[in-house]
Structure formats: structure tokens, C-alpha cells
């Protein structure tokens, strides 16, 4: 609480209020017994909104349009200041300075605690924090990650890694896989492949995501640790369809070095890798492993490849990308209707940052209309909307939820953006990164 603002310290009172409130009341306790945290990494309002237009021609049809909570959110590592509507809104420039990496904000999202860049679920002073993920295995539930980038980056890697330094990516695998509790592992990475899924010849083996003695471990299964490893598409599909698959932990590496598709050869859409799963095969892969515990389960699933489309400025495959991530969200909706999960189970969509600075054609500092929004040329064809950065963002995120502990979140808005609710078609009441964690935890936690 030390520093916090005294608007959040507020904020906190009247939270803490309402879930006391919530317990008297209603008797609950814990109100989910799962939770599925989606991120879209490096989307801001623009990219979701892009990724509409091409997907629909227009706003309103994504399957969390229709979820009861769509807010903002502020996504400030610890380092910068908090974020200010009307300096967002009357600088172009200023949305550029001082913004989140992914490790401080996937350790916002996981932990509660603002963090500074690099940092993998660990302290402005380098000590581990404790994760949602580890909370919910303490609570017995089954934890899991699934990503279209690999599991040891920032995104992914935080949710049960600590490490002072993103970088350490050989470290924070090894801790994934030797020391985790997590369930399922789904993602690329894969160091006996390039990123258009072709074998590589010996020379050529690259574990700059996976360490080649992990690598070997997970393949022979002597980690000790329980693994079923496997990296073909066809097994990943099947454990897709199977209601009650045989393994209980699984880890799952794509046959690619880096991401499914966007490291592809190529800038455009189309001929994608063939023998990759996608993001949803995936998910339900990991979905259909996870609920076989009967005490519920945490799962996290990011279209990370989202923020490397965006850091490349490619438009056409961020859309690609972004659709991937949609499909999968979709697909989720179903898979928990069809179990009678819905009413168990917290979800929720959000992205750690805006990259690449999305804004209309006639957008920019030196623009008359600095705020141009991006426009829809209509289903299937690219939206009218232009990169003015290469780098992460400071502006508001979308934050979409539903299902039990979701009403939380509007106990703990911080503020509301006016521009932002007339540009972005929402209330303009926005939260922070960490009250992520805090609606998580007060979701699962008795
Ligand atoms: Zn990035």
C-alpha cells in the first residue's frame, strides 16, 4: 500500500468492502473454480479493433464484445509514472516514453506487484514474488501455460518462473520444467527446427529457447519429473479431441524455433507453416489435460506473436496472428459451455501492452488529427491503419472478463479516459495491470 494513490487506496477499501459484502451476503467462497487469463501481447485498443475489421468488417462480433466487463487498463512498469489521460491525449510523443516490457507486466498480471522491465516475476529488489499459478496449485488446482511464442519468454515464462533478467531464457526453462508445478506446457521453441518448421541439420540445432540437456531430458523422459513430451501436430490434435487424455503433465514443443507462424519466411498472410498446431489446438489440448483435476485449474494463453507482428510493423500479419488468438477465445467459450464450465470459470482477455503505436492513416505528432483512428475496408481486407512505432507503448489497454469474481474489477477502477471512451466506444473507466491479479486471487482463493 506504501506510495499507492490515494484515489487506488480508495479503491481497495471499497474492494475489500465489496467481497466481504459478497461473502456475508451470498455465503461464497472461492466463486471460480477455474480461470483461463487470455493475452494478446503488444495489442492495444487499435490492434483489437483492427483485428476486428478484418476478421468482421467491423466492432462488436469478438466473442468478449459480449462479456460484462470491458474496461481499460493501465499497464506502467514501476519505474514510470502513472498513467494521464490528458497527456496520452494531447502528446502523441509522450505514449512512446517509458513503457512496459512484457516481463514487468506479465509479472503485474501474475503477481499484483509493479515491477521494473526485465524482471520475471521477481521484486524491483530481485526477490521472487509469488504467482497466481502457484496460488491456485496451493489451492490443488492444476496450472498450465500455452503460447504461439516459446515458453521460456517474458509472457509465459513469468507465470511460474522467477528470474531477475528476461534474457535468462536457458534458466527460466529449466526452472519450467525442473522445478514448476505447472501441468501442461504448450508452445514453440523447438531447437531441433527453424522457424518455417524445416529439421536442422546438426550444426545447426539452436537452444537459445530450450537448453539442448533439458531438450534431451524432456525427450527421453528422465527429468524425473513426470513429463509426457511430445512436439508433432498430430498428437497435440489429438489430445485436442480427447474429453480424458491419459497424461496428466504434458509438454508440448511445436516443431518450429520461435513462434508458430510469424517468423515464417515471408511478410505476408498465407502458406503458413504446416506442421505446427495453432494456438487454439493448443489450448484445448491443454484445457482437456487441465480438467481432469477436479479442483479446478489456472491457464494462461497468450498470442505472443501479436507483439512481434507489431514490433516488425506488419500489419497483415499481426491481423493473421490476432485471428489465431480470436479463434482460440471462441473456441474456449464453446469448449467450457459444452462442460457446464461457463458459470465456474473466470475469464479473462487483455493484452500487457500496446506496441507499435497502431493509429489511423492520418495519425502522428506532426498531423492535425494526431489521433486518427484506425478505419475497416471491409472484411477480409487489410484495415486502413499505420505503425508510428517499432517499440512498446504507455496507452490504455482493453481489459474484457466474465464469469464468477469478474464483477470485481469495477470495484477497483482507478480513473476514467473520456477520449479514450469516445474513441475506443467503452465506458472510458479504466483499472491497472495488478488488479488483475487481485480479481484472480479473489476469485479462487476461500
Ligand atoms: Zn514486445
Not at 537448453?211 to 511430445?230: C, S
Not at 508510428?388 to 504507455?394: D, L, Q, R, V
Request: hydrophobic share 35%.
Amino acid at each position: 500500500m506504501r506510495g499507492m494513490h490515494p484515489r487506488r487506496a480508495m479503491g481497495r477499501v471499497v474492494f475489500l468492502l465489496a467481497v466481504l459484502t459478497t461473502f456475508t451476503v451470498f455465503g461464497w467462497g472461492a466463486s471460480a473454480k477455474n480461470v483461463i487469463l487470455l493475452i494478446a501481447d503488444g495489442a492495444g485498443f487499435n490492434a483489437f479493433h483492427c483485428s476486428s475489421y478484418f476478421e468482421y468488417g467491423q466492432l462488436g462480433k469478438q466473442p468478449y464484445d459480449a462479456f460484462a466487463v470491458r474496461l481499460g487498463c493501465t499497464t506502467n512498469p514501476f519505474e514510470a509514472p502513472l498513467y494521464d489521460p490528458a497527456k496520452s491525449w494531447s502528446d502523441f510523443k509522450s505514449q512512446r516514453s517509458k513503457a512496459t516490457d512484457s516481463a514487468a507486466a506479465a509479472t503485474a498480471l501474475y503477481t499484483g506487484v509493479k515491477t521494473e522491465n526485465k524482471r520475471i516475476s521477481t521484486g524491483p529488489d530481485k526477490k521472487p514474488l509469488t504467482t497466481i499459478a502457484e496460488i491456485a496449485h496451493g489451492l490443488g488446482k492444476s496450472a498450465g501455460i500455452v503460447s504461439s511464442v516459446p515458453f521460456s519468454h517474458a509472457t509465459p515464462g513469468a507465470v511460474f518462473a522467477h528470474n531477475e533478467d528476461r534474457k535468462n531464457t536457458d534458466q527460466i526453462a529449466e526452472e519450467i520444467v525442473y522445478r514448476s508445478s505447472l501441468a501442461v506446457v504448450f508452445s514453440p521453441g523447438h531447437p531441433r527446427y527453424d522457424s518455417n518448421g524445416k529439421k536442422l541439420p546438426h550444426d545447426k540445432w539452436k537452444d537459445s529457447y530450450c537448453p539442448e540437456e533439458v531438450y534431451q531430458a524432456l525427450v527421453e523422459g528422465t527429468t524425473g519429473r513426470g513429463w509426457t513430451f511430445m512436439d508433432s501436430k498430430r498428437a497435440m490434435e489429438a489430445l485436442a479431441a480427447d474429453p480424458r487424455p491419459e497424461p496428466n503433465r504434458v509438454f508440448g514443443l511445436a516443431k518450429s524455433a520461435s513462434t508458430l507462424q510469424y517468423d515464417r519466411e515471408g511478410k505476408k498472410q498465407g502458406r503458413l507453416n504446416g506442421n505446427v498446431p495453432t494456438l487454439e489446438t493448443m489450448s484445448l489440448a491443454a484445457l482437456n489435460v487441465l480438467n481432469k483435476d477436479e479442483d479446478g485449474f489456472f491457464l494462461m494463453i497468450e498470442g505472443g506473436a501479436v507483439d512481434w507482428a507489431n514490433h516488425g510493423n506488419n500489419l497483415d500479419r499481426m491481423v493473421e496472428e490476432f485471428a489465431d488468438f480470436n479463434k482460440t477465445i471462441a473456441s474456449i467459450m464453446n469448449w467450457l459451455d459444452q462442460r457446464g464450465l461457463t458459470r465456474d470459470t473466470l475469464v479473462i482477455v487483455t493484452s500487457d501492452h500496446e506496441c507499435g503505436q497502431i493509429w489511423g492513416p492520418d495519425a502522428g505528432e506532426k498531423s492535425k488529427t494526431p489521433f486518427d483512428l484506425p478505419k475497416s475496408r471491409g472484411k477480409g481486407k487489410l484495415p486502413d491503419a499505420k505503425h508510428y512505432a517499432t517499440g512498446h507503448t504507455n496507452v490504455l489497454v482493453p481489459l474484457y472478463a466474465t464469469g464468477p469474481g469478474s464483477e470485481f474489477f469495477h470495484a477497483l477502477v482507478d480513473g476514467v479516459d473520456t477520449h479514450a471512451a469516445r474513441a475506443w466506444q467503452f465506458s472510458g473507466q479504466y483499472v491497472d495491470n495488478t488488479d488483475v491479479f487481485t480479481v484472480m486471487k479473489a476469485a479462487i482463493v476461500p
